[in-house]
Structures are given as C-alpha cells and as structure tokens.
C-alpha cells in the first residue's frame, strides 16, 4: 500500500525537516503542530526554527502546494509523531538520590489526536525519543481510543493500523543533509510494521534502514547518547581530577590519544543540547539499579557547570587580593559562548547559557556576554550585555571561555585571569 498523504505531528527542530523532506519528494506532507504561530508561518512559506537549507525546502513545498500545516490531525496513510519527551521536574534541580521521570504526556496527547482519523491500513510511527515501551504504550492508548480498529499489541501481523518506533538520529546545523544520508534504525512492533515503515522512509533516505524490534529501536537511541554521555564525563572527571593535581589536562589527553587504541574526548563546562544530557535519563529511570555508570556520568556532567562558577569565584578573589582598592562591583566579567556546542546559535539547554546567567545573579559588578552567532540575548539574561570579542577583551578583567566556537579559535588571550573550559587559550 502506498502512502499518498503524509501526517508529521509537531513541528519542531525534527518534525518540520522531516516534513518538508517528504514533501520535496512530491508527497501530500499535513504538518500539525499546537502552535498556532508555528503553523501560520509554515504556511506563508517561512520557518519558525533556526537550520541551514531547510528554508528554501519549506518555501518550495508550500508554494507547490505539498505541504501544509494544521493545529488538528487530518486524515493521512502515514503518521509521525515527533513532539516533545520532557521530564517532570526539571534536570537541573534534581538532587544526587532523585531520578526524573519521564513526561510522555505529549505522546499520549498526540495520540488521541490522530485516534479519531485513523483508518484501517494507516501507520503510525514514534520519532520522539523515548523510555524503552513507549512505543507499546502509544499502541495502547491508541487502541482503547480506537475500539473498532486492531493493533499490532492483539492482532500481530493482521492488526488494522501498524505502530513502528524510529528515532532521529540527526546533528542540528547539518538535519536536512542527515535526513538524507544516515543510515535510520527501524523497529516495527511486528515485521509488517517494520517492512512499512521502511517502505515511507525509502521515500527520501538513501542511507540504509536497518530493521529491529521496537524496544531495541527504542534503546538504541539511548544508548548512542549515554555512550557519548559517559565519555565526556571521564573527560570531565580527568579535567578536574588535573585542575587539583596541577596538570595541563590538554597536554595529558593529547599524549594518551597518542596510543593507537584510545581516543578520550575534550572536556568542558557540562553538556548540553536535547540529546545526550537528556537522553541517558530514559535509561535511568526504567532500570535505577542497574545503570550505575550511566548515572555516575550524568552526575559528574551535571556538577561540572557548578565546578566552573567556582572558579569564577576563586578568579575574582585573586583579582581583588592583587586590586586591594576596587571591591566586587569593580570586576567585570567577560563569558565567551552561550551556545550548547560550537558554532551554531541554539541556546537551549546550554550548560555555557546557564554558567553565564548563574555569574550574573551572584556577581554584584558587570557581566558581558561573546556570542558571535546570535544578535540579541534571550530576556533571561537581560542583566548581561552582548559584546563584540574585541570590546570584551579590552573591558573585562576575569575573562571565561565556555564554547569554543571558531572565531575564539583565532584569536589570543593573554591575561592572569582566565577560565578556559574548553583549552582553546
């Protein structure tokens, strides 16, 4: 059965790439999403999100008439649901012995939406990274909101409607590319679900779909950014394991990557991103006793922010010891970055975002802010003024670097008050 028309639910950094790159291969894309300003912009032919190439797709797919966006489901062959998975309390506030809990709200939420357009030979597929059973439990609720209709959970291979899970595995700043070119875990609740599904997404990817069960479809996100979680925390550990002991952390990683066997990566001032500071959680919260490492990794990760504030704070005491007539208020801080990773302009769930503002709430004197791939700060940091690098380096007296974005890169800094997170300077 071929899919005519396409349904993408959510339109966010994933869902409207996605969207759009079905609708460039000539399908009939109805992207639904609750915002309502989301939708209007989509449908003017403009984007509400920040990603290179993908505006020039959207423009062309609405104008040919491919795409369109709505705030309810309409009836499709093929859904994609690609909205939030939150927690129920916030990352950052939870303390050693607390394990958020996984907010699948927007899933259920979706998935009573589309309910009532479903018909029989439709497939609904899960992007949204999610806990291992997510997938199951989106059959279920679909199921009791859709009585007349099987599912895969009871019927197996005759159900009605098939359910399949296939995560986004795409780096922001390059998605449209990625979409294409990577290859795409599949994992059907059943393998006619699975055969589906990759029948839709042979529309447009030309990586290889590589087909598993839903759970493992699932786990295999997870993994991937825990993995990496868990790397970066031994770089994290390492850095201040140095700091104590006096060794340029640097130089350390540069000689043990000398031996052909390993590859430890950069250290930092946290991790941020939707990803990977988000994604080792789901694992953590289904199996609390078992995942010692990944938990360990994510605590190390999540106090390395706190460790930088405190070398802040250790900088300006020096300053003021060697500047005994200024005070505080004096002192003006320059912070370098705020975006979660090197040279893009996304400020969420930055650990550099987040290290800035913390300086400007406890710090009395100014706080300016080097950021060369935004033109204005989030009204969060309306206390912080944005500066050029040229301005800042003459200005300031304790100077912190947090992303090392290119333009850092070719540049000096020479001062006895320095914190370089990322051994750029």
């Known amino acids: 059965m071929s899919f005519n028309t396409i349904s993408v639910i959510g339109l966010g950094y994933i869902g409207l790439p996605t969207a759009a790159m079905f609708a460039s291969r000539k399908k009939n894309v109805i992207g639904v999403d609750v915002n309502q300003h989301a939708v209007d912009t989509i449908n003017r032919g403009e984007i509400h999100i920040v990603e290179p190439d993908l505006d020039m797709i959207v423009h062309a797919a609405v104008t040919e008439g491919y795409l369109k966006a709505v705030t309810s489901p309409e009836p499709a062959d093929a859904f994609l649901i690609a909205v939030p998975t939150p927690f129920k309390s916030s990352l950052n506030n939870e303390s050693d012995s607390t394990i958020p809990e996984p907010d699948l709200s927007y899933i259920k939420k979706a998935s009573e939406a589309i309910a009532p357009v479903l018909k029989k030979g439709d497939l609904v597929i899960l992007e949204s ?21 099987s599912f895969p959970q009871k019927a197996g291979e005759n159900a009605d409607v098939n359910v399949a899970h296939c995560p986004e595995r795409v780096l922001p700043g390059h998605v449209v590319r990625e979409l294409v070119e990577n290859d795409r875990v599949i994992g059907g609740m059943t393998t006619k679900c699975s055969a589906r599904a990759v029948e839709l997404y042979k529309t447009f990817v030309q990586g290889e779909c590589v087909i598993t069960n839903a759970r493992t479809a699932e786990m295999a996100k997870l993994t991937e950014n825990s993995c990496r979680d868990v790397q970066i925390a031994f770089a994290n550990e390492l850095s201040i394991i140095c700091d104590k002991l006096d060794i ?178």
């Open 129 to 149: 990274t999610s806990p291992v059973g997510a997938t199951e439990q989106m059959a279920e609720w679909l199921a009791a909101a859709r009585p007349d209709l």
């Open 248 to 425: 340029d952390v640097w130089e350390l990683i540069s000689l043990a990557n000398r031996h052909p066997r390993i590859n430890i990566l950069q250290p930092g001032p946290g991790v941020g991103g939707h990803c990977i500071a988000v994604d080792p959680w789901f694992i953590v919260s289904k199996t609390p006793i078992e995942a010692q490492i990944i938990h360990t990794a994510r605590k190390v990760n999540d106090a390395k922010p706190q460790w930088v504030i405190n070398k802040v704070k250790l900088a300006i005491a020096d300053f003021l010891q060697a500047n005994p007539t200024k005070t505080a208020k004096d002192v003006t801080i320059a912070c370098y970055g705020l975006a979660f990773k090197p040279d893009i302009d996304d400020l969420r769930e930055s650990p550099a975002l987040n290290i800035t503002k913390q300086i400007a709430e406890l710090h009395s004197g100014s706080v300016i802010a080097v950021e060369p791939n935004i033109n204005e700060l989030p009204s969060a940091l309306n206390s912080i003024q944005l500066s050029t690098f040229d301005n800042a380096k003459e200005s300031a007296d304790i100077h912190l670097l947090l992303v090392d974005h290119k333009e850092f890169k070719t540049q000096k800094m020479k001062t006895d008050y320095l914190i370089d997170t990322k051994g750029v300077w």
